[in-house]
């Protein structure tokens, strides 16, 4: 029997409860919209294909509190650009990742995160398509009790690679076929030699085993040989034994088999990250072969930049053009990703002809400006977005959220704790700017205390962490910049309005 059509009071209906659809639901929810996510699997398969992530995705994730919601992961060095090796030590900067630590452990946590904040996430509903009406969009899916319709103001795919909301809008892709294939078991039973940046193999082929705890391995073949399409449903632990055999005369047959996966190296980069009310995020919007762990992170990082916007944008504050900001900066980043995973691609797997380009590159990484380069790839914290006109190193670029302000009662807070409540924030020891910014406080926090950072006296962050307005170095009136970016001041501002006492306490509406 049909299931009864739904028109859901919602704001935003987000498919795929994916990591990168839930994160997006919590972003959306902390400002303010009602959020309703669809996911095809009745319940999360536990499987876990990222086993960590980038520097910039955990504080993405700290930045709202959720890093220490995830138990106990350890800090690794991630100091590898397609198996290129580089020092991270010989940095200013910690660019170290998050590593050990299972997606299926991620998703879990913004699951618990965002269905605390009320996001009803619906599984076994398998998104089928949608259509738009003169308000929004309803989107026909089939449930447990049939097929129905759901309407809301936007739809975002967080679908991942397959993107039934991508296809259903008719946004294209561009990127690579897949040439060959790579087969993934996790297993346990028996222990092979830890490979865990991978062995390349003459030929141009590779292995890679990481040890995930509690004796349990996860092994990953890259053989020109496979088939570029593998099916991932009808793949079998001994076609990976096989493969891994093969390559390394090693048996890992006797060992059980906790999951297996086969993908191909295809890529492919959505040419449209937003098209009207459709948007598209993680996956979805860009695609690249699980070589580096590069997909989760970029996908979080998509995430904690659209969220607030569209927030924004459902609340009616967001000023003209607020939305389309997130094509404009990750659409960018997308394109970037791709070819940074063609160009590892090519290092770890191009066969003895690139050793030439290999020794070169390691020459290149031993210098620390190179590997600075290369870390902030890998990192994600070389990210800078174009916030307009000013010169400060620090504009457009992430704001440490490990610094710490301090009160005049000596209370010191991290910046990334000042950033939970996914609202901007102004930090200036500049008594006139706080004035200035009265007509915003019911969108942004002000922080009456000087930044830190040598002789900046104010700087404007968004509720993604970045960076959009420094003094000095910013050419444009704070109020330009306030309104570029949380839209018209809420009241004319008089003369005689003063900030808050209080230095470290968040001013609020
Ligand atoms: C073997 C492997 C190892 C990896 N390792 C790493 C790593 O270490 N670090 C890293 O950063 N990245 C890694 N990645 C990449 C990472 O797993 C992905 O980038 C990440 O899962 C993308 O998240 P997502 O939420 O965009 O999409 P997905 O995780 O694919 O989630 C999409 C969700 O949408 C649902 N869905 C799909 N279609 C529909 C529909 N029609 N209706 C309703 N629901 C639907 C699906 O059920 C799913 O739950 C790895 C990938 C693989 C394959």
């Known amino acids: 029997m049909a299931e009864e059509t739904l028109h859901m009071r919602t704001d935003v209906i987000v498919v795929g409860a994916g990591p990168v659809g839930l994160m997006l639901a919590g972003e959306l929810r902390l400002g303010g919209a009602a959020v309703t996510v669809y996911d095809r699997l009745p319940a999360p398969t536990g499987e876990s294909r990222a086993l960590g992530f980038n520097r910039r995705a955990a504080e993405s994730l ?18 590898h650009f397609g198996g290129v090796r580089f020092d991270l030590g010989m940095l200013d900067e910690d660019h170290s990742g998050v590593l050990g630590l299972s997606q299926a452990r991620t998703e879990e946590m913004l699951d618990g995160w965002a269905t605390g904040l009320g996001v009803p996430i619906r599984g076994g509903y398998e998104v089928t398509g949608f259509r738009e009406t003169p308000d929004g969009v309803a989107v026909t899916f089939d449930g447990p009790r049939g097929p129905g319709e759901d309407a809301a103001r936007y739809l975002v795919g967080c679908d991942g690679a397959g993107s039934i909301v991508r296809e259903s809008a ?14 993934t078991a996790e297993i346990t039973g028996v222990a092979p030699r830890p490979r865990p940046i991978g062995e390349r193999l003459p030929g141009g082929s590779m292995v890679v085993c990481t040890p995930v705890g509690d004796g349990r391995y996860r092994i990953v073949v890259h053989d020109k040989g496979l088939p570029p399409r593998p099916d991932p449903g009808a793949l079998t632990f001994t ?17 059980r088999a ?4 086969a993908c191909g190296n295809a890529d492919g980069l959505a040419a449209e990250y937003r098209r009207g009310r459709i948007l598209l995020a993680g ?4 695609e690249i072969p699980p070589l580096a762990a590069w997909g989760l992170s970029a996908g979080l990082q998509d995430a904690a930049n659209l969220g607030w ?9 967001a000023p003209d053009g607020l939305l389309d900001t997130y094509h404009a900066e990750r659409h960018p980043v997308g394109r970037q990703l791709i070819r ?14 690139m050793d030439p380009i290999r020794e070169v590159m390691r020459e290149l990484a031993a210098r620390k400006d190179a590997a600075g380069h290369l870390a902030g790839i890998v990192s994600g914290l070389g990210i800078r977005y174009d916030m307009g006109p000013g010169d400060h190193p620090l504009l457009g670029r992430r704001m440490p959220p490990h610094h710490e302000l301090t009160g005049p009662d000596g209370i010191r807070t991290r910046v990334a704790d000042l950033l939970h409540s996914a609202r901007g924030l102004l930090i200036t020891g500049d008594e006139e700017t706080a004035r200035l910014a009265q007509g915003w406080t019911d969108r942004i926090d002000i922080i009456t205390t000087p930044p830190p950072g040598p002789g900046l006296d104010t700087v404007l962050v968004r509720p993604d962490g970045y960076v959009a307005w420094t003094s000095p170095g910013g050419d444009q ?22 900030p808050a006492p209080h230095p470290l306490h968040h001013q609020r509406r």
């Open 62 to 79: 700290d930045q709202r509190g959720l890093l220490a919601r995830l138990g106990d992961f350890r800090w690794g060095p991630m100091g």
């Open 239 to 255: 076609q990976v034994a096989d493969a891994w055999q093969r390559l390394t005369g090693e048996s890992v047959h006797q060992a």
């Open 477 to 498: 009136p704070i109020t330009r910049a306030l309104g570029r970016w949380f839209g018209a001041s809420r009241a004319t501002v008089t003369a005689t309005a003063r």
């Open 258 to 261: 906790l999951w297996t996966w």
């Open 170 to 183: 008719g946004i294209q892709t561009s990127g690579r076929e897949a040439s060959r294939g790579m087969y």
């Open 309 to 317: 916007k569209l927030a924004a944008t459902v609340d009616g504050w």
């Open 283 to 286: 996956d979805a919007a860009h």
């Open 340 to 353: 940074d995973a063609r160009a590892a691609s090519m290092l770890y797997l191009g066969d003895d002809d």
